[in-house]
């Protein structure tokens, strides 16, 4: 095995054997990048295998050399994976595992990263042949950008993975997943589809539905104009276009499939907006007061969790 | 006058004539101890006088030294400035007007860095006296961080300045307000205060009360722990706490201040949410995905308009 120097991350390989041979990354954007980089930092798998519709991603991924063999079409990558990562839209999924099902290999592994457990289970899990072992995975990690150049092999350092096997899942592919996980530097939860989409609608998808939200609330306005709401976004309003400016079609399909936990959030939030905005019409302060004392706490705690930087980042460039 | 060395980053003087001799800061947190380092570094007045209340502020600006002057009696302060200028919040403005109103020098001007602007003519206006200007003025720039340690001197740098002077208004004494803020590295705009407030509600306040409001729903829920919401922030929920870690005191006074057109951009706001609710109930995925594709539009303005960085920041670290 090939032991470069250091100082060349893609190649800062541990010594260690590879967990996987082959890794199927079905769909290459941001997330598969990122993987197929954080494969190659900790020399996860001996080989990177891309399964990508003919097109720009392909050509994108030719030029950046971050997989072994790119091949355009989905069964026959699928069927060379030891792990197979559906790292495509949710809205794929269905329509991808019925094509490469009976594609893959005795033994393989199939697993995601999509954002949304339970429709996972659904619509893969029916096409997954006997023999072959479905493990649901989520890295909670991204950013607003999309396509394999924005990847980076760092992304999964320090966040979170969720797991969501089903109860009766063959317990060695389950091992397998988490050192692989693992191997890409990140921290490893397990919980079932249900309770997996329920913190993510609040801790993600509604926060990015809020954020869409404003962000077309403003722009539709007559009274202010648009150039007005671009000239004075450092009051608080830039904050939010950068999950607004996350990829459209990946957040079309969570919202769809985590229809019943965004409902359930977004149903919470409204009534405590309601609550916030008769505070405000009543000019009760100490309403107001009290919100905006506890949710300083709570950045504190996310900070010091190691999920956040404490650099003051309003001011962006100075401090 | 000094010149010092450069790199000593305070000092930076341009050796240009200051465009006060004095300078009175009424309160002295994150803006206000911007504003005082920011004058140091371009030589913007010969004096910098601290009118605060005796207390923590006091003690820590005197470890500090960024200004000439601490004086623990606001009107004693305020009657040694050529500019005076109110970095409290915005509750506070009517009685410190009136208190200070009668020390005011003649042909002093009146300031402020108020998030809000209508309530300012109400509350301070009153008490300027005959022969004293006030010019309300707004840099619209901060960071979740607040008191004087906090505050330095970039914090202003290509930011926007809304000043709203009253019509009637000595001209002489805006331009003053004008260079002064240029030399602090803003740009700036005039408009009315009515306008402004309508403006800061959408790109600010609005903003900021969702931030409140989604991080106390979050820190709420039964069927979601905390230390969950916590630990997979880093989906979209962190970038709110950033926001939702904004001083308490100054924004219970913006929303009190600024009532009515918070609670009209509001309305917009819930609205369009209640469309969107309903895009996800119906499973309309189209009505999402125009949505979010005209939100992406949006950040790149921003971005290119020189009011954010274009660095992926999700992941932090990283990219």
């Not at 991808?96 to 099902?101: S, V």
């Not at 997943?177 to 990140?186: A, H, M, N």
């Not at 104009?225 to 969570?254: C, L, Q």
């Amino acid at each position: 095995m090939n032991e470069t120097a250091s100082g060349d991350a893609i190649t800062e390989k541990t010594g260690q054997e590879p967990i996987f041979d082959t890794v199927t990354l079905i769909g290459v954007g941001l997330i598969g990048s990122s993987i197929a980089r954080a494969i190659r930092r900790r020399n996860l798998a001996r080989r990177i295998v891309a399964g990508v519709r003919p097109g720009r991603t392909a050509n994108e991924l030719r030029e950046l050399q971050i997989v072994d063999e790119i091949i355009e079409d989905l069964p026959a990558a699928a069927a060379k994976g030891d792990l197979v990562i559906f790292c495509t839209p949710l809205g794929t999924f269905a329509s991808i595992a019925e094509a490469i099902g009976p594609a893959l290999k005795p033994g393989a592994i199939v697993s995601d990263v999509g954002s949304v457990k339970s429709t996972v289970i659904r619509d893969v899990g029916p096409h997954v042949p006997e023999g072959r072992h479905l493990v649901p995975a989520h890295p909670v990690a991204g950013t607003e950008q999309s396509g394999p150049s924005a990847g980076f092999a760092e992304l999964f350092d320090n966040r979170w993975c969720i797991i969501t096997p089903a109860p009766e899942t063959d317990l060695g592919a389950v091992a397998q997943v988490i050192k692989f996980w693992e191997g890409c530097g990140s921290k490893i939860e397990i919980m079932t589809p249900r309770h997996h989409d329920l913190v993510l609608a609040i801790t993600s998808h509604v926060p990015h539905l809020i954020a869409f939200n404003i962000v077309g609330t403003a722009s539709d306005l007559e009274t202010v104009t648009n150039s007005e709401v671009i000239k004075y976004s450092a009051g608080g309003f830039r904050d939010f276009t950068r999950i607004a400016a996350s990829d459209p079609t990946m957040w079309r399909d969570v919202f769809l499939a985590n229809k019943d936990a965004v409902l359930e959030m977004l149903g919470r939030f409204t009534e405590d907006l309601t609550a916030l905005q008769r505070a405000i019409r009543w000019g009760d302060g100490e309403t107001l007061y009290n919100l905006f004392s506890r949710t300083r706490a709570i950045r504190r705690q996310i900070i010091d969790a190691g999920q956040e930087t404490p650099k003051p980042d309003f001011g962006r460039h100075g401090g």
